[in-house]
């Protein structure tokens, strides 16, 4: 069986929504970032990053959230990674997003959730502003793109909406302006009717919840 080594973080999100969708056969492993796990030897030794997620079958052992999502639905035989042209726009869409759109939602995510919940004082208004900018800027050109598909890769639900779409479930507590992009809303309105997208994070043993909750979730 595969291993998916995550944490309640915005990459390993796309990755655990991907594999509970798939109904994918992972173990999921959860680490406590703040206790360190991420920086055991053990770990080191699979991803020498110090990040999640991982993907781990004893074969391969693969990093970073994007291309997992696509060796789960190769594996799984989906055409959320599809065996066409479609797979350019998928990459495309992926390198979009961590360059632009991500990116700014990412920082405004870090602004407003990870700053407080660990202490690391009020958020920075100047990066705040700036990231505004930024996001505003390329979810504009997101929502202009919605208005004639139904999903990012012509009508078809792919990888790509899961990793575009990552930052959206902590719109509201990240102070990211979704009402302002009709089409983006309702794209993420669509992917809110997935089980998986909304609660993507496996059931954890309850002496690992109090940890989950001092955590960047």
């Given at each position: ?159 790509a909406d899961f990793s575009v779409g990552v930052t959206l479930p902590y719109a509201e507590q990240a102070a990211l302006p979704l009402g302002e992009f009709p089409e983006v809303r309702r794209w993420h309105d669509q992917l809110n009717e997935i089980e998986a997208w909304r609660e993507p994070f496996p ?15």
């Amino acid at each position: 069986m595969m291993k998916l080594y995550y944490s309640d973080i915005l990459s390993a999100r796309k990755a655990c929504a991907v594999a509970r969708y798939l109904k994918s056969p992972v173990e999921f492993v959860y680490l406590d970032l703040p206790k360190g796990e991420q920086q055991a030897p053990a770990y080191i030794a699979i991803n020498p990053n110090g990040k999640v997620p991982t993907l781990s079958d004893g074969q391969q052992t693969l990093w970073e959230a994007d291309a997992i999502m696509c060796l789960l639905a190769e594996r799984a035989g989906s055409d959320l990674w599809p065996h066409d042209v479609r797979q350019i726009e998928i990459v495309r869409w992926f390198s979009w997003n961590a360059q632009h759109f991500g990116r700014h939602g990412g920082a405004l995510y870090f602004e407003h959730i990870v700053r407080p919940r660990f202490g690391l004082g009020n958020a920075d208004p100047i990066a705040v502003d700036e990231d505004l900018d930024g996001l505003r800027r390329f979810a504009a050109v997101l929502n202009g793109h919605l208005k004639s598909h139904t999903w990012l890769v012509g009508d078809a639900l792919t990888v790509a909406d899961f990793s575009v779409g990552v930052t959206l479930p902590y719109a509201e507590q990240a102070a990211l302006p979704l009402g302002e992009f009709p089409e983006v809303r309702r794209w993420h309105d669509q992917l809110n009717e997935i089980e998986a997208w909304r609660e993507p994070f496996p059931p954890r043993p309850s002496g690992q919840e109090q940890s989950r909750r001092c955590s960047p979730i």
